[in-house]
T-cell receptor
């Protein structure tokens, strides 16, 4: 079945870049997503990339997709303390096939 | 436009008690979902619905029932609560499947403690 894997924890200093990595198994995934969860809140969509793209940039966020290796990454430039949260990678291709990773907790040190 | 709302925000139950969690969305979305989030387990899909009057099982449906009598509401019921159902429950909705319409919008969550 589908599986999405992420590392559990990442710590960076304020102002540095953060890179959160994700691997997935379903090669038929049409879209790949990054969601952000702040403490005590639900998940919120950050960005997504269509599976035929290699890269997508949205302000401080850069998503890189290596479809051959089924590897997705999220780079946050100039990381701020407000970026501290849990980041979920997800793959989708149909309503019942959206699979979420376990989440990576990003800690930003002032 | 409130998005996705969940009621209650927090609840404590005794083993064997029943309760219903309410999810409401005002975005006219067709699809609605119930997830549970547990430490180290990520999000797991309990049940979902692709439209009014329809429901389907997700990854971990045992011990839960759902109903979608109105398009805007999706109810999650626990008939006989067990300590293993202690979790944070999230409701989500999406416009459709495929493409950016697949983007799920999440509620703020309901924290449930079963003693």
């Amino acid at each position: 079945g589908e599986d999405v894997e992420q590392s559990l924890f990442l710590s960076v200093r304020e102002g540095d870049s953060s890179v959160i990595n994700c691997t997935y198994t379903d090669s038929s995934s049409t879209y790949l997503y990054w969601y952000k969860q702040e403490p005590g809140a639900g998940l919120q969509l950050l960005t997504y990339i269509f599976s035929n793209m290699d890269m997508k940039q949205d302000q401080r966020l850069t998503v890189l997709l290596n479809k051959k290796d089924k590897h997705l990454s999220l780079r946050i430039a100039d990381t701020q303390t407000g970026d501290s949260a849990i980041y979920f990678c997800a793959e989708g291709g149909g309503y019942q096939k959206v699979t979420f990773g376990i989440g990576t907790k990003l800690q930003v040190i002032p | 436009n409130a998005g996705v709302t969940q009621t209650p925000k927090f609840r404590v139950l005794k083993t064997g008690q029943s309760m219903t969690l309410l999810c409401a969305q005002d975005m006219n979305h067709e699809y609605m979902y119930w997830y549970r989030q547990d430490p180290g387990m990520g999000l797991r899909l309990i049940h979902y619905s692709v439209g009014e009057g329809t429901t389907a099982k997700g990854e971990v449906p045992d011990g839960y029932n759902v109903s979608r009598l109105k398009k805007q509401n999706f109810l999650l019921g626990l008939e006989s609560a067990a300590p293993s159902q202690t979790s944070v429950y999230f409701c989500a909705s999406s416009q459709a499947s495929g493409g950016d319409q697949e983007t799920q919008y999440f509620g703020p969550g309901t924290r449930l403690l079963v003693l």
